[in-house]
C-alpha cells in the first residue's frame, strides 16, 4: 500500500476514472477501470478501513468500511438502520470476552443470565420455530453449548472473536454504503466480489427481508437483510481436500465444501460474534467460524486442517448438543467431535 494516501470522496460516478501510479486514492462512489494498487482490506492513515471491490459494470472501487460506533441514520422500514454498535462487546456478562477477545471457559459455566435475561428463555426463544421459523439454535442445542463449541472452535484457530466480526462488518458496511446509495432493491447484484486478503469473496443474494427480526437479547440488533456470500475453491484446495479425505463419499465431499466456502446471513450475526461470541447454532443462518477463516482468508486450507486434523467434516456438521453432565463444574455436553473428553463426553 502506498504511504500517506489523500483521501477525496468523490459524488459522481459519471464516469470510470482511470488512476496513474501517482494519484491521490479516490473513494467510492468513484470507480477506476483498473484495480487500484492497495492491500483490501486496509487501514488508511487517517484511521479509515476500506475494502476493494469489484462492480458487474467492470469496475473497480475503494469503498470505506470502517468498523465503528456510529447512530443510525439510514431510514428503512420505518426505522433507522446502520452501523450502530460495533465496537461494543458485553463486558456486563463476559468481561474476559471484552477484555481478551475470548471467553473464560469458567465465566461461561457460571452464566445464568446474559442482558439480564435467563438462559432457559434464550433457549426457549432461540428454537426453531419460536421467534422465527429458522431459529437462533437447533432443536438439540442451547445458548451456552453453542457459546462454549464456537469459542473453542475459535481457539484452534489462533483468532479472537473480534478478528471474526470484522470481515462480517466491512460486508455489512458495503451493503449500507449500497443502500444509502439507493442501490438496493428487492434483489441485489450491483458488487461482484470484494477482494480480501487476496481471495475474491463473491455476493450471491443480497435482498432485504420482508420486516425487522428482533433480537433473543436484550438488546437494539434487529435483522432486516439476507446476505448469501461464497468464495470459489482454487485447484490446489480442492485437492488438498481430496487428499485429505478420500474417504467421504461425493455427498459428503459437497457438503464440506459448501459449509467451508458458503455463508449465508444477515447482519445481526456480525453484532451477536462481537459482542458475545455467538455464530448462531447450526442453523442455515450460521457463520461458521471455520467459513469465516476459509472465505475471508484469514486462515489457509492447510492452517484450518491443522488445527482439526482428520475432523473437518465432523467439525463443519456436528451440533453443539446439549445435555446434562454429572459434574456441576460443567453442566453440558456435546456430540461434537472435538479433544476435551470429560466422562466420556465432549464438554462445552
Known amino acids: 500500500m502506498p504511504g500517506n494516501l489523500s483521501l477525496h470522496t468523490v459524488v459522481s460516478i459519471s464516469v470510470c476514472i482511470c488512476?496513474?501510479?501517482?494519484a491521490n486514492l479516490i473513494l467510492y462512489p468513484a470507480t477506476t477501470c483498473t484495480p487500484p494498487d492497495l492491500v483490501s482490506p486496509t487501514r488508511l492513515s487517517d484511521g479509515s478501513e476500506v475494502v476493494v471491490v469489484y462492480l458487474k459494470g467492470g469496475e473497480y472501487a475503494?469503498?470505506?468500511?470502517?468498523?465503528?460506533?456510529?447512530?443510525?441514520?439510514?431510514?428503512y422500514g420505518g426505522r433507522k438502520i446502520g452501523t450502530g454498535n460495533q465496537l461494543q462487546a458485553d463486558a456486563n456478562d463476559f468481561p474476559t470476552l471484552a477484555r481478551t477477545g475470548l471467553h473464560s471457559p469458567e465465566e461461561l459455566n457460571r452464566t445464568e443470565r446474559i442482558t439480564g435475561k435467563p438462559i432457559e428463555v434464550i433457549t426457549a426463544i432461540g428454537r426453531p420455530g419460536s421467534s422465527s421459523g429458522e431459529g437462533f439454535l437447533a432443536a438439540d442445542e442451547d445458548i451456552l453449548s453453542v457459546l462454549r463449541g464456537d469459542n473453542r472452535l475459535v481457539q484452534r484457530l489462533g483468532l479472537t472473536h473480534p478478528e471474526m466480526a470484522q470481515p462480517l462488518f466491512h460486508i455489512w458496511n458495503l451493503i449500507l454504503k449500497e443502500y444509502?446509495?439507493?442501490?438496493?432493491?428487492?434483489?441485489?447484484?450491483?458488487?461482484?466480489?470484494?477482494?480480501?486478503?487476496?481471495?475474491?469473496v463473491r455476493f450471491g443474494e443480497v435482498h432485504p427481508t420482508r420486516g425487522f427480526q428482533e433480537s433473543i437479547f436484550n438488546?437494539?440488533?434487529?435483522?432486516?437483510?439476507?446476505?448469501?456470500?461464497?468464495?470459489?475453491?482454487?485447484?490446489?484446495?480442492?485437492?488438498?481436500?481430496?487428499?485429505?479425505?478420500?474417504?467421504l463419499n461425493e455427498g459428503q465431499m459437497v457438503e464440506l465444501v459448501s459449509r467451508l466456502s458458503r455463508i449465508r446471513t444477515g447482519e445481526m450475526e456480525s453484532y451477536?460474534?462481537?459482542?458475545?461470541?455467538?455464530?448462531?447454532?447450526?442453523?442455515?443462518?450460521?457463520?461458521?467460524?471455520?467459513?469465516?477463516?476459509?472465505?475471508?482468508?484469514?486462515?489457509?486450507?492447510?492452517?484450518?486442517e491443522a488445527a482439526f486434523p482428520?475432523?473437518?467434516?465432523?467439525?463443519?456438521?456436528?451440533?453443539?448438543?446439549?445435555?446434562?453432565?454429572?459434574s456441576e463444574a460443567t453442566r453440558w455436553c456435546s456430540n461434537h467431535l472435538l479433544p476435551a473428553p470429560v466422562r466420556g463426553r465432549f464438554a462445552f
Not at 19 to 22: N, Q, V, Y
Not at 280 to 303: M, N, Q, W
Not at 310 to 320: K, P, S, V
Open 19 to 22: 488512476l496513474g501510479p501517482a
Open 62 to 75: 475503494v469503498v470505506p468500511v470502517t468498523v465503528e460506533n456510529a447512530p443510525p441514520s439510514i431510514s
Open 180 to 200: 444509502e446509495l439507493g442501490r438496493v432493491g428487492r434483489r441485489y447484484d450491483n458488487l461482484q466480489y470484494a477482494l480480501y486478503n487476496g481471495k475474491k
Open 219 to 247: 438488546d437494539e440488533i434487529m435483522g432486516a437483510f439476507d446476505i448469501s456470500l461464497f468464495r470459489d475453491l482454487d485447484g490446489s484446495e480442492r485437492a488438498f481436500l481430496d487428499r485429505k479425505y478420500p474417504n
Open 272 to 304: 451477536y460474534v462481537m459482542r458475545y461470541g455467538f455464530y448462531e447454532g447450526h442453523t442455515s443462518y450460521r457463520v461458521d467460524p471455520i467459513a469465516i477463516a476459509f472465505v475471508f482468508g484469514l486462515r489457509s486450507i492447510a492452517e484450518i
Open 310 to 326: 482428520g475432523r473437518l467434516y465432523e467439525t463443519l456438521t456436528g451440533h453443539f448438543t446439549a445435555c446434562p453432565l454429572r
